[in-house]
Every structure is written in C-alpha cells, then in structure tokens.
C-alpha cells in the first residue's frame, strides 16, 4: 500500500520553483557529502556530516585491531556529554555535547586530528532547558561540514553556524522563531545539506515542521508541515533519476519531499517501528530502512517485515510509485542503521545479531551473533571488512568474503562501561579518518592509529 502527493501546498519557494510541475533540482554526488577529498599526504579524508551523507564507507586503509594499550594515538575529554558522531573536515575532527543539570550550555567543540588538542570551544545557552538524563537526547543531532566552516543543531532549537577557527558567522533560535520544542525523549534528527540549503527536521509532539535554511546566511528558504509521526531519525537525500528527494521515516509513515521547496511527492505507510533508523541510499530510487522490535509500537513480527529495501519509481504523469523490492524475513535493526556491505546489506538487531541479505533480492545469506552486541552506531564499511561498534565499547570486524569475525577490539577496558540506560560509558559513533578512527564516547573522543591485521 503506498499514497502519492504531487500537489503543493502553501508555503515560501524561491523564484520560479513554485510553477514546476515536479522540481527538477539536480543533485552532483559530491555535494551530497562535500570535502570528500584528500590534499596532501599528511590530511585526512572528510567525514562531512552523519553517516558521511548516507555513504557510510570507506577506503583508505584503517586499523583492524587494537586495545586501551595498543594503537591509542590519543584520547581527548569532551565538555559535558554528548550522542553525536563526530564530524572531520578542514584538518579537525569536530563534536557537540551539552551541560549542566538542565542542559543549560550547549557546546561546539573542536579537536586537533594529530594531536587531540583542543583548537577552539564554542558555548551557547540551551533555549528549551530540560533535565538532564539518559531519557532524553544529549546533543543528539550530528553537525555537518561545509565549505565554509561548520553548522551545528541541538534538540533545543539551536542552530549555529562556524567558521573552521570557531567564529560565529550565523545562528538561529528556532524557539524564538517557531515556538517551543517538545518531543518524546527529545529530538535527535541531524543535518542534511545539499549545494545551497542545510535541513533541519523538527519532528516536536506538537506542529512539527521541516527548515530549508541557506547554509551562508540562515535564511529561512522554506519551512513545512513534518511528518507528524514519532521519530529520532535524521533526513536523508535520495537519488531518484536526475532529482534526490529528501526521506524522513517516522513509526509507520515514510514520506518524501522535494529539497527544492519542500513540497511532499509521496507518502508511504506499509511500514511499523521505522523510528529510529535513517533511510540509507542504495543507487537510483533505492533505499534501505530498519525498525526494531520491542517498542510498544506493534505486534512481535511487524518489525522484521519493515525492514528491507524501498523503491520510488517516477510514473509517467509526475507522481511516484513506491513499495519494497524485498521485506526482510528475520532481521530487525536496533539504532544503528541497515548498510550496503558488498552485495549484501548488513542489519544488526539488539542481541548483537549480524543478517546479510543479498541486496537484490533479501534472500539470507549468513546469520551470526557477534562480539559487539547491540549497536547504536552506524556500521562502516572499509573494503572487504563491516566493522560493527557496540554500544558496550567492543568493536566486530567481521570479513566480507567468508564472514568470519576476524577481530574484536575495545577503546577502554571491559567492565569500565555503564548501564547504557543510565547514559554512562557508552559508545555512539565512529568515523573513518585516515589513518584514524575516530570513536566517539558520551564524555571522550578516541583516536585510533595504525594499520595492522589480525
């Protein structure tokens, strides 16, 4: 069952845009995840924004083993705590975090790769103070990397725009603007951007809405109705033939809309307990999505049949048609989103569980219980390895090719960790920098060095 929307409704577009039948808007790989590239020798790879724009995959040679000992090139501390991933470009590796007992600061903070020194530190006060504990979000939202600097989001309804030395060169309260931000358990969309907008999806309990921002100065290009549906997944641009429509997934509704003016091309509801993971490219018109079991959401099952592969397919008169290739059978996801991982796409449920199923058709190719456990941090691919980061602090490098578990890795010692309920030691992201992995902890960011195989 799928529900097409090709009509606009009223809201602010720029020049001429309006009067396009179905926007045209052309969309270059590159400005999906800008800065993708490598100066000299001694810079590392941008990783521009969450999930490095829906590519989550790498290819310069990283580390494969290491432990607290061995292959820690540095550890920083981190200002307060924070869920976000880290975000490397013009030569630093940049992260988010709040503080106080009501959230009251929220900080942008950025960190020498090199060295893990602490280059510069920018503080603002929350606008929607809320108490701080692990129920709600902690500086949820990834910040993304432009050409001029750095824009960072809180849950709170800041948004702020730096130079790469940490000046200010905009911001916005979106509080001030639109009024006051609650949403259960708090917000945690990240950023989005194409050549000319960032996107900021404020999913709140009440008159959600989705911002077209321009990424030089913060005006406000167009602002939308959200989903109006429960979510902490981010946006996501998709390719669909010469135009990307940006995705955003809420329980049981999916919908699509045009980055141009925000107007919505469809809508998709053959889906439950879609809530947490963001839609995932897979080429033209193709994208992966995850939900979970457990949520109070659905009956037991549900979960495992909204996992798959979705398909928008342009019809001849301007609408879209659009319905899953394949439904999972078994697998379900936790936080961490399904990935392409070779031919096969890579799902992890929260016992720790790794489904490969082919990507063309979702036949199961291989099922196995790994040493990581639950993840709530993106896979990575890294040519022939998946690499699976657990929220505990251990790390499953599994082999592409035979499947096998090649190596099990942790940033601190076992039994250091934390309730990850309790909001203590827990591990939420890791990004490739080479020859780095950057992991980030809710407290402290780790560099990880060297090359080595198992």
Same mark, same amino acid.
């Given at each position: 069952?799928?529900?097409?929307? %090709? /009509?606009?409704?009223?809201?602010?577009?720029?020049?001429?845009?309006? +009067?396009?039948?179905?926007?045209?808007?052309? #969309?270059?790989?590159?400005?999906?995840?800008?800065?993708?590239?490598?100066?000299?020798?001694? *810079?590392?790879?941008?990783?521009?924004?969450?999930?490095?724009?829906?590519?989550?995959?790498?290819?310069?040679?990283?580390?494969?083993?290491?432990?607290?000992?061995?292959?820690?090139?540095?550890?920083?501390?981190?200002?307060?705590?924070?869920?976000?991933?880290?975000?490397?470009?013009?030569?630093? $590796?940049?992260?988010?975090?709040?503080?106080?007992?009501?959230? *009251?600061?929220?900080?942008?903070?950025?960190?020498?790769?090199?060295?893990?020194?602490?280059?510069?530190?920018?503080?603002?006060?929350?606008?929607?103070?809320?108490?701080?504990?692990?129920?709600?979000?902690?500086?949820?939202?990834?910040?993304?990397?432009?050409?001029?600097?750095?824009? +960072?989001?809180?849950?709170?309804?800041? @948004?702020?725009? #730096?130079?790469?030395?940490?000046?200010?060169?905009?911001?916005?309260?979106?509080?001030?603007?639109?009024?006051?931000?609650?949403?259960?358990?708090?917000?945690?969309?990240?950023?989005?951007?194409?050549?000319?907008? %960032?996107? !900021?999806?404020?999913?709140?309990?009440?008159?959600?809405?989705?911002?077209?921002?321009?990424?030089?100065?913060?005006?406000?290009?167009?602002? $939308?109705?959200? %989903?109006?549906?429960?979510?902490?997944?981010?946006?996501?641009?998709?390719?669909?033939?010469? *135009?990307?429509?940006?995705?955003?997934?809420?329980?049981?509704?999916? $919908?699509?809309?045009?980055?141009?003016?925000?107007?919505? @091309?469809? *809508?998709?509801?053959?889906? =439950?307990?879609?809530?947490?993971?963001?839609?995932?490219?897979?080429?033209?018109?193709?994208?992966?999505?995850?939900?979970?079991?457990?949520?109070?959401?659905?009956?037991?099952?549900?979960?495992?049949?909204?996992?798959? @592969?979705?398909?928008?397919?342009?019809?001849?008169?301007?609408?879209?048609?659009?319905?899953?290739?394949?439904?999972?059978?078994?697998?379900?996801?936790?936080?961490?989103?399904? !990935? !392409? =991982?070779?031919? /096969? +796409?890579?799902?992890?449920?929260?016992?720790?569980?790794?489904?490969?199923?082919?990507?063309?058709?979702?036949?199961?190719?291989?099922?196995?219980?790994?040493?990581?456990?639950?993840?709530?941090?993106?896979?990575? !691919?890294?040519?022939?390895?998946?690499?699976?980061?657990?929220?505990?602090?251990?790390?499953?490098?599994?082999?592409?090719?035979?499947?096998?578990?090649?190596?099990?890795?942790?940033?601190?010692?076992?039994?250091?960790? /934390?309730?990850?309920?309790?909001?203590?030691?827990?591990?939420? =992201?890791?990004?490739?920098?080479?020859?780095?992995?950057?992991?980030?902890?809710?407290?402290?960011?780790? =560099?990880?060095?060297?090359?080595?195989?198992?």
């Amino acid at each position: 069952m799928f529900h097409v929307f %090709v /009509t606009r409704g009223e809201h602010g577009v720029r020049g001429g845009r309006a +009067a396009m039948p179905v926007a045209v808007w052309c #969309l270059a790989i590159t400005l999906v995840s800008p800065l993708v590239s490598v100066g000299s020798a001694d *810079e590392v790879a941008t990783w521009g924004g969450f999930q490095n724009g829906g590519k989550p995959q790498a290819t310069a040679s990283l580390p494969v083993e290491w432990s607290p000992e061995e292959n820690m090139a540095w550890s920083a501390a981190i200002e307060g705590y924070g869920q976000s991933a880290p975000v490397v470009a013009h030569d630093q $590796v940049v992260v988010t975090a709040t503080s106080g007992e009501q959230k *009251e600061q929220y900080h942008v903070a950025a960190y020498a790769i090199e060295s893990g020194a602490r280059r510069w530190q920018v503080t603002r006060p929350n606008p929607s103070p809320q108490a701080n504990t692990s129920m709600v979000s902690r500086a949820a939202p990834t910040a993304i990397a432009t050409e001029r600097g750095f824009i +960072a989001f809180f849950e709170g309804g800041l @948004l702020i725009a #730096l130079t790469p030395d940490g000046k200010v060169r905009w911001e916005r309260d979106l509080v001030k603007a639109f009024g006051k931000i609650e949403a259960r358990h708090g917000l945690a969309a990240s950023l989005e951007q194409n050549a000319e907008d %960032v996107f !900021v999806w404020v999913e709140r309990q009440e008159d959600p809405y989705l911002l077209a921002l321009d990424k030089q100065t913060g005006e406000v290009h167009w602002r $939308v109705a959200g %989903v109006g549906k429960t979510s902490w997944a981010s946006p996501r641009l998709v390719p669909v033939g010469e *135009e990307p429509h940006l995705v955003c997934s809420a329980s049981g509704l999916i $919908v699509g809309f045009d980055p141009a003016d925000g107007s919505r @091309l469809w *809508e998709f509801r053959s889906i =439950a307990n879609n809530t947490s993971c963001t839609p995932m490219p897979v080429g033209d018109g193709r994208f992966l999505i995850g939900a979970s079991d457990g949520r109070g959401e659905t009956t037991a099952g549900a979960a495992a049949e909204s996992n798959g @592969l979705i398909r928008i397919a342009p019809r001849d008169d301007g609408s879209y048609a659009v319905d899953y290739q394949w439904r999972s059978e078994k697998a379900t996801s936790t936080f961490g989103s399904p !990935v !392409v =991982a070779g031919e /096969t +796409a890579a799902i992890v449920n929260r016992a720790g569980v790794l489904y490969r199923l082919d990507l063309e058709t979702g036949e199961q190719v291989a099922a196995q219980r790994t040493a990581a456990g639950g993840i709530w941090a993106t896979p990575i !691919v890294v040519g022939d390895l998946l690499y699976l980061f657990g929220h505990q602090g251990t790390t499953s490098v599994i082999s592409l090719s035979d499947g096998k578990e090649i190596a099990e890795n942790r940033c601190w010692e076992a039994g250091a960790e /934390t309730s990850a309920i309790r909001g203590g030691n827990v591990l939420y =992201a890791a990004i490739p920098a080479a020859p780095y992995w950057m992991v980030r902890r809710g407290d402290r960011l780790f =560099a990880i060095k060297g090359s080595s195989t198992p």
